[in-house]
């Protein structure tokens, strides 16, 4: 089942509000002012962050489930060079660009089209112009929502370009499985298959090393509480209050790559994707004093994103993934979040 409803205007553009029902108890909210996941509700549970009004998602400090692109992520020094040109973006993070830049496709209107079936979707598109941000190409992107029959929902992400360009996309959805507005994830446990990550500078920006996961806390392979880990005296930990890292997955084409348990509602999420890399990032910027959802107050730490990407600043080492979408070949990926309850 999907309802749709007038969500507001951003200049000319109508914003809506699509909720999407799967019948077996998941539940979502999607608005297309940045292809925002604005509520996800399993088992009577709203397990993700968000605001309230599409005003406060203008505003939206924190990226709280928006669609990322053109490129998810830090560029060093907002530029990069492809087929021996360079390329200068928006420098929106420090000496950094972050998430696209200053109007990435986390503040656009897309345009939509529900898909009432058993499995229902809602299919975004979007057009980005050459030059747009500083990125060269002419992108065309197509974002499909989808809850399905097993309680999941999945994110399936498209594209062409005219022009060699970079496309890494991906959504900055925080969880709680405890329900939004419940505290902190600190005793919520993540296991994720994943034996290596690379370590950041201070500006939060991998420098081309890759490290085993083992005796560190970010080694998830057995489980870990984010609280234990969030207590470390570990150096990269230190710096951030937290986990903003990037993981290199185990194994390759689409798989599941983690689960996180919440220790008060039962509620397992099971996560899939068919990226070499997932950024973990546990909400340690989060600003406690804004209201946002249903009027609550998120504490550091009240969320954990699962951004599953290429790995950041690919660009600058060609021992990374890539993230160049030659021209005329397709961009697509699927990622998805399956929902249960433990025994």
């Known amino acids: ?26 539940s979502a909210e999607i608005i297309t002012y940045g292809g925002i996941l604005r509520t996800l509700t399993f088992d009577g ?23 990322i692109g053109r490129n998810s992520n830090r560029i060093a020094n907002g530029e990069f060079t492809l087929n021996g040109v360079k390329y200068t973006l928006a420098k929106n993070n420090g000496n950094n660009n972050l998430h696209g830049g200053l109007v990435g496709f986390g503040k656009r209107v897309w345009d ?18 050459d030059g747009d941000e500083g990125f060269p190409g002419k992108v065309k992107v197509k974002v499909t929502y989808t809850l399905t029959s097993d309680n999941a929902i999945k994110i399936h992400y498209e594209g062409k370009s005219n022009r ?21 994830v600190d005793n919520h446990t993540l296991k994720m298959a994943s034996g290596f990550y690379t370590p950041n500078t201070p500006e939060c920006m991998p420098y081309g090393v890759v490290e085993k996961t083992e005796g560190t806390p970010f080694d ?5 509480r984010l609280g234990d880990g969030f207590a470390s005296d570990h150096e990269q930990i230190k710096l951030f209050s937290g986990y903003d890292h990037n993981f290199a997955l185990d194994g390759f084409g689409y798989r599941e790559f983690a689960t996180l348990s919440g220790d008060k509602t039962g509620i397992i ?11 973990i990032y546990s909400g340690n910027g989060i600003d406690s004093e804004r209201v946002c959802k ?35 070949e397709k961009y697509d990926t699927v990622t998805a979040f399956r929902f249960s309850k433990g025994e």
């Open 45 to 67: 549970t709203d397990v993700v962050l968000g605001r309230d009004s599409l005003e406060e998602y203008m505003n939206n400090t924190g990226c709280y489930g928006a669609l």
């Open 220 to 224: 998830f392979t057995e489980g870990l």
């Open 164 to 184: 060699d360009t970079l496309l890494n996309m991906t959504n900055h959805t925080y969880f709680n499985l405890n329900g939004h507005a419940s505290g902190t």
């Open 112 to 129: 939509s089209k529900a898909i009432d079936k058993e499995e229902p979707s809602l299919v975004l598109t979007l057009v980005s112009a």
């Open 1 to 26: 089942m999907i309802e749709k409803k007038e969500y507001g205007r951003v200049g000319e553009k109508e914003v809506y509000l699509y909720k999407l029902d799967n019948g077996r108890g998941l």
């Open 294 to 328: 249903e009027g609550a107050k998120y504490p550091v730490h009240s969320g954990v994103c699962l951004e599953t990407q290429v790995f950041p600043n690919a660009m600058e080492y060609s021992h990374f993934p890539s993230p160049i979408l030659k021209k005329g």
């Open 269 to 279: 999420m099971t996560a899939y994707t068919d990226r070499p890399a997932v950024q």
